[in-house]
């Protein structure tokens, strides 16, 4: 016997399941023992399948001779004027390494928000993991956000919780990259959050705005960037959720 | 992706030199129909269709696809029944066994497991490299990887026996 949602199972593992069926689909989970199996062996295939995968690397000499190759095949066009036949190699040279280089700095930025998403993460489970999770214990905006004065080289705004599900628990001073930021914890029934808010600029790494996090984290997360603040909110509550406070976060800033 | 393709090249051909050859000619036509590729649009996918279509076009490629079923049915999505027994075979699943079992399935199964897990595309940039409907990459994906499991569940019954 089959339930209906076997059949999206490799869409969850794979972070392809609309937001609007995931909660759906985890609270399923937490009854299926079907389903929570063939997720389970879905993930252990992805994983083993990521590390046997990344196999084979090209030598420097293929990297060489193909940068050669193109500057040889796409040589001097035999109509064109005499100076534009000897630049057409190193144009065409050029653009291919432009085209190398943009994709590793592209990937090099993604790769970086990467590391950021784990180091955030990493900050977020130390605080759960914590007797004195924050320094200024509050429900109340209006005392959490003034304790942060003088402590941080920009000041922020809370949003108002009184008609929301969440609770603000505090805040603490957090460290990023040598950097003074605030982090704030709030509270959606028993699922805790953690919203990391950091001044914009420097050249460190941060969560690519926008981007899910690491398919094998189970948190939800999301970044931004709004009024010169970089944002980032991490939990394990749904997305859905998790997104509600950003909009939360978001209006107050702009108010 | 330099690194990135190279891989996926040496994982299609299975061959070294093969794919030496379809890497470079890969960024050969890349360049020529530079032009056509559209600004906004995925470059990795682009990428990844430059050199699929190579691929089929050369020798080993045209091979495959006489000995190996490459139009594979699309039609229906037959997902894998999978029980407690299975995970722990694949738990016990060393990486050679993996990378046994992935050389084993047919290029179109390969690959889409090979754009999936390892190049962590999502479903529509894979849509787009392979230029197939969403829907066949998901039916696709859930068979080449039942077949995979199946292969891999083979594999470490026979030497536990």
Redesign the interface.
Known sequence: MSCDWSAKLDRYVDSELPAGELTEFQEHLLGCPKCAAGVLSRLQLKHVTRSAGQRFRPTPELRQKIEQSIGARSGPSRNGPSWLRRWVPTLAMAAVLALMLASTAIWLRYARGEQAVGELADLHVATLASANPVDVVSTDRHTVKPWFQGKLPFTFNLPELQNSAFKLIGGSVAYFHQSPGAHLLFELRKHRISVFIFRNGGEAGWPNPGSAPSRDLTFSSESWTEGGLRYFVIGDCNRADLHSLTELLKSAARS | ???SL??LA??LTRN?QE??DL??ET??K???G?ESFQQGTN??SWMYRILRNTFLTSRTGLNSKMTEPFDLEDGS?T??????P??LL??R?D??L??DA?ERLPVPFREI??L???E?M??QEIAEALGVPIGTV?SR??RA?KA??EL?AVKVRGTAK
């Open positions: 992706m330099f690194t190279y891989n040496h994982w070294p794919a030496d890497l470079q960024y050969l890349a360049l020529k530079f470059f990795r999505t997902p894998a029944e999978a029980d407690t299975e995970t694949l738990a699943a990486q050679q993996v990378q992935l497991i090979l999936c897990d390892i962590e999502s479903y998901m994906l859930s990887r995979m499991r891999i």
